[in-house]
């Protein structure tokens, strides 16, 4: 039999609730337009080079690719959040919000930029488990979110909203009046997503959320997240540099290299049939955990898919 | 051909909270043998007692109860029989970043081993052996690696360095503490190939220490797997991965990422 009569039709491989024939085309979210990132210096670098994206409503995106490959620098010019030397070149990003309006986020600046932010896109930063104040209750810092962005919520309203928020996301109401050395990495974690949902944000970008976790508990937060989405049905953009990961959440995987998004596809063609050099290499570097895959590590024959470019 | 053997080895640590305190047992009764050739992968989930067998091993920590030996020779926990039980077992750490120190030379990270382990040796013959070291985990030109700092190296070339200096000692036992966990993907698998190549050459006995099933299966002969300070299965690589008996091995390889298993989900 070939693999071609082995796939299932891709409309109906999927639950209904996720079906989504070309939703992201149908219904964007975001749609990013020949976006470009310079670090400038004496020799600029161009870290983001003309990325063409459309991130579909309640979508789970993938971004995948090795460190330095201007991933991170991608979702920080999206979140306007680049620092100089970072600066955007050209391109534009236009969030379209379920209100019925459209937003170019290159434009705004001050004031609108900061009610936008956190509200319509939210971000679960790399290491997020260590970016909570060490000196201040979980409750306490939920509760900020709350009133910078939502000052005439009154605290009675916001203390209830961040127990219930905290329940979301499995650690517990009980734990509010905890300061963050007392919990877990998985349950900062959960924390820190809670934090990025406290607004109702229609995207949510993930940098890195599962890296420093054991597997145990970053099968739980992908769980986690699988469900939350289809409670709020938000978008996610999801980066690491773990492609089989990607894979067991993502409805479409985007590989970047030196600022060029080479492929992008649905995640289970791009598993399957990878047609980038780049993506395939990329795909040999993960020992198959039950497959026949990988089994060159115990000979210590050299593959040559890994040796290309190094 | 030598043997490390662990019997019965626990380790207990005593926490203290207030005026209480309680006792908690990070490795409990375990036992295994480690002989030169073999790579053995311990996996289990952070704070499983991983670690602590290995400072055990290295005599960073005394256990609490248990005899480590080398060679059916209990090792010797001070002066010279420490020196040469350190000649013999050596370890890569997780961190290559910081792992090296910043202010020396790649040359001086090798050349400090072998000064102490080989005392007999004149400058020059130093000297040839630290380049052989780059040789073989493939850093060359060696005349224009050894000179130079750690800044000035990637990831993977200061784990390169790090496994080198390791292997300085002529050691016959290796502990690999998660060796490419901070590693990029993409130089994971060449970094592993090294250390199986080098591995063979040496007939090392290796202890691959990880919480990654997949290259734990592919990597190493046998796999121990640890919970909660219990080794609780031990069997051959293949066995314990694709049939496990405990159900705490179940859990953990469920866990990670399969995509052979999402595929078929996605394929119903």
Known sequence: MSADQNRPDPAAKRTPADARPDWHETAPVVSIEDFSIDYAGERPVHAVVDVNLTLGRGEILGLAGESGCGKSTLAYGITRLLQPPGLITSGRVVFHSREGYDIDLTTISGKQLREFRWDKIAMVFQGAMNSLNPVASIGAQLDDVFTTHRPTMKAKDRHARCGELLERVGVGANRLRSFPHELSGGMRQRVMIAMALA?????????????????????EILDEITRLRQEFGFAVIFITHDLPLLLEISDRIAVMKAGHIVELNDAYDLYTD????????????????????????????????????? | MSTLSLSHV?????????????????????????VSGQTIALVGQSGSGKSTIAKMILQVEKPTSGVISLDDTPV??????????RKDVQMVFQDPFASLNPYHTVEHHLDRPIRLHFPELSKAQRHQRVLDLLERVRMSPAEDF???????????????????????????ILIADEPVSMLDVSIR?????????????????????????ATARHFSDEIMVMHQGDIIEHGPADDVILHPQHDYTKLLANAAPNPERRLKQLAK
């Open chain 2, 189 to 213: 698998l060449g970094v592993l190939n090294l250390l199986a190549e080098l591995q063979r050459q040496e007939n090392l006995g290796v202890l691959y220490i990880t919480h990654d099933l």
């Open chain 2, 146 to 172: 050894a000179p130079r700092h750690p800044h000035e190296l990637s990831g993977g070339q200061r784990q390169r360095v790090a496994i080198a200096r390791a292997l300085a000692p002529e050691p016959k």
């Open chain 2, 10 to 34: 626990t380790k207990k640590y005593r926490l203290r909270n207030g005026i209480h305190s309680s006792v908690l047992i990070a490795v409990d009764d375990v036992s295994f043998d480690l």
């Open chain 1, 199 to 219: 607004l109702d944000p229609q995207v949510l970008i993930m940098d890195e959320p599962t890296t420093a976790l054991d597997v145990v508990v970053q099968r």
């Open chain 2, 76 to 85: 010797i926990r001070r002066g010279a029989g420490l020196r040469r039980y």
């Open chain 1, 274 to 310: 990878p047609q980038d050099a780049y993506t395939k290499r990329l795909l040999a570097s993960f020992p198959s955990l039950t497959g026949e895959r990988g089994d060159f590590i115990r000979t210590g024959a050299m593959d040559d898919r890994l040796e290309e470019g190094r």
